[in-house]
């Protein structure tokens, strides 16, 4: 497991650009919102940490994670963000339901990243278990929503 030896909400503020002057779009699917309020809740926090101001940081709400690809690009069109967090939840069911969505949303994120100069971080988790989802969105592992914001600061600093 990836993140069975790591904190996904450890960083190391003195090697992370400081995100004074920079502005964020963060997209969160309502789908699995007991997990995605609490990954928004760690990006929005270590932005913060990082020097963002809260009124540069602005949030659109998608219903689930296959539309975050549409919320993300909307976003860009009408806001001026220096980076978007795709925030969502995938919790695997009994059907192939699950790989369609998970598949379609990591390759309209990627699709983002090529087609605009403004960086897309993917911050949607995809787990088998709901106990899984809540171990990445504040629970044993940290918080990828905390990651998540880092990056974004990283990949808006290039």
């Given at each position: 497991m990836a993140t069975a030896n790591k904190n996904l909400s450890v960083y190391d503020k003195a090697?992370?650009?400081?995100?004074?002057?920079?502005?964020?779009?963060?997209v969160v699917s309502e789908w699995n919102s007991e997990i995605t309020e609490g990954l928004y809740s760690g990006a929005e926090e270590a932005l913060i940490d990082c020097g963002a101001s809260q009124e540069n940081i602005v949030r659109w709400n998608v219903p689930g994670s296959f539309e975050l690809p549409f919320g993300c690009k909307k976003l860009l069109a009408f806001e001026k963000v220096d980076a978007v967090i795709a925030i969502g939840s995938v919790i695997q069911g009994e059907t192939k339901?699950?790989?369609?969505?998970?598949?379609?949303?990591?390759?309209?994120?990627?699709?983002?990243?090529?087609?605009?100069?403004?960086p897309v971080i993917f911050c949607v988790l995809t787990d088998n278990t709901l106990q899984q989802a809540q171990d990445r969105s504040g629970g044993k592992h940290g918080n990828?929503?905390?990651?998540a914001a880092i990056a974004a600061i990283q990949m808006a600093s290039l």
């Open positions: 090697t992370i650009p400081n995100a004074n002057d920079l502005r964020f779009g963060i339901h699950f790989d369609f969505v998970c598949n379609a949303t990591a390759q309209g994120i990627m699709d983002l990243n090529i087609q605009t100069d403004v990828k929503g905390v990651e």
